[in-house]
């Protein structure tokens, strides 16, 4: 008994959470060169965490840069920027009481207008791929790096021959919580109404819709448990103390870490301790294999793949890798826009649409990219709300109408999808 509790000390000591006092997310709004130039030699000199976009290397003239400044170096940063001319504004005055902010109480059970920690993520999916067998299954597709399983969920009506799908994933960054909380949103939308919205039998009685709620789980768990701006997987780099690769600039898409002359990192790190590292070589990271491996396998029957991120309201399509236009670039501009007018239509809420390079920052080694060459025509990334006043932060009231207005845009790609088979 003595020992039990003394362990369960030990354990509480060694569960370090990282605080935020009196950290700020400042919006940047560079103009001249100077300012660009000033933005990344702070990122050299100090540890700044880029909430938008992902990289100092991504900053160009013209565009919002929103940075979290940790504590020990707000007064650095405060002094060189107060000595530019650059336009700044304070996102967030007091990071930890926005973090605190976003959550009420921490529920007893799984919520879907709630952020659901992994344990709570878990059961649910346990709980609900039992609940209707006639439209929902489930299925490992590996383990993560710290050993948790990977559970797909299937819907759709079952048939004795393999239907046409559509894969969906949430969840590849740890910290945007939004996303996991939609593919739980949609997949309760999706059972309930069956049956009853014309639109999601049609969709359900003729193709599949596989839906990942969480894909980086380690990361998810560790935003919940230990820090809360924790983005990329947990698992251990060689030669530095520095966790985790970015799951989504991991995959096999103009990857760019490869040594050698050729190599132009694109949006994308070979620094193991920087946010965006692309790893070691692609698919590095066991829960990318895991991925791409099922997609692979699936590959003749997967039409559309589709990935939540946050934030910036944005429906991109490929490519990220390159500035060239994708082969069936009008039709996917066709379909990404019609995707951000019907999520438009329930509360007016503005999505941008287009190819991720050209739309936001060149970046190599995503999901996207690595599905529509594999042959997955409909390939599509959402960053859902919002535009940065709350950024990752989105309180929970937001939940609700992020997912119905989603759900919209959601099922516009599927019934396109559907016509288009
Ligand atoms: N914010 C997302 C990211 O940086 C955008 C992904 C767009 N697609 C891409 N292949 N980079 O991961
Ligand atoms: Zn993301």
Known sequence: MKVLVLFGLVAFALAEVTRFEGEKVLRLKPVLDEHVTLIRELADSIELDFWSPDSAELVTIDIDVDIHVPAAFLELASTRLQQSDMEVEVLIEDLQSSIDAQTGPTPRTHSYTKYNSWPRVQSWIDAISTSNSQLISKQSIGSTYEGRPMTLLKLGRKSSTTKPAIFLDCGIHAREWISPAFCQWFVKEALSTYGSDSQMTSLLDQMDVYVLPVFNIDGYDYTHKSNRMWRKTRSRNSGT?????????????????????????????????????????????????????????????????????????????????????????????????????????LYGTRYTSGPGAATIYPAAGGSDDWAYDLGVKYSFTFELRDTGRYGFLLPESQIKPTCMETMLAVKYIAAYVQKNL
Request: net charge positive; glycine share 6%.
């Open 241 to 345: 103390s520095c966790l985790g690769t970015d799951p989504n600039r991991n995959w096999n898409a103009g990857w760019c870490c490869k040594s050698g002359p050729s190599a132009r990192a694109a949006g994308a790190s070979k620094n193991p301790c920087s946010d965006t590292y692309c790893g070691s070589r692609f698919e590095s990271e066991i829960e990318v294999k895991n991925v791409a491996d099922f997609i692979r396998r699936n590959k003749s029957n997967i039409k559309a793949y589709l990935t939540i991120h946050s934030y910036s309201q944005l429906v991109l399509f490929p490519y990220s890798y390159t500035y060239q236009l994708a082969a069936h670039h009008s039709e996917l501009l066709k379909v990404a826009q019609g995707a951000a007018s019907a999520l438009r239509s």
